[in-house]
């Protein structure tokens, strides 16, 4: 398959899933979220990828968490279901079947915070940041702070 805001290479057993788009904080629009799971599914249905690290590119952020741009004008309905694409998310990984890391550099806020903790590991540099600011508009963070053991 090929991508648009992420890359996705397969080496020495490892699979990396990059989010890559930097100038964008590595925000997780509808496109790039539908990416990262085409990616997990892939590496998931491939015997040679025995482990699956996220990471991102740049050294900003991880992930900023949804671009806020894709609910406006968007009805309750329409919504839910984009929240609900962030539930996805995190049973994809625990049904991935193979180890996960989550390299995270920068910052790691709202659905980016999830994506960072959703692995079964979650490897942070000294520059990584969390921080789940959505509640500042409104929303509550159900998703990622479900996942907190």
């Not at 788009?21 to 990828?49: C, H, Q, Y």
């Not at 509640?135 to 509550?140: A, F, M, Q, S």
Request: hydrophobic share 45%.
């Amino acid at each position: 398959m090929t991508y648009r805001d992420i890359l996705y290479e397969i080496e020495d057993g490892i699979a990396r899933v990059t989010l890559n788009i930097p100038e964008k904080m590595n925000r997780l629009s509808n496109e790039t979220m539908k990416e990262v799971f085409a990616a997990l599914k892939e590496a998931k249905g491939d015997d040679s990828v025995r482990v699956v690290v996220i990471r991102a590119a740049g050294d900003q952020a991880f992930c900023a968490g949804a671009n806020l741009a894709d609910f406006k004008g968007l009805s309750a309905v329409e919504s839910r279901r984009v929240f609900s694409a962030f539930a996805d998310l995190s049973r994809v990984f625990i049904d991935l079947g193979k180890p996960s890391i989550a390299a995270v550099n920068g910052l790691a806020l709202a659905g980016g915070c999830g994506l960072a903790i959703y692995p079964d590991i979650t490897i942070a540099s000294e520059k990584a940041k969390f921080g789940l600011p959505e509640i500042n508009v409104g929303v509550w963070s159900c998703m990622v702070s479900a996942s907190l053991p």
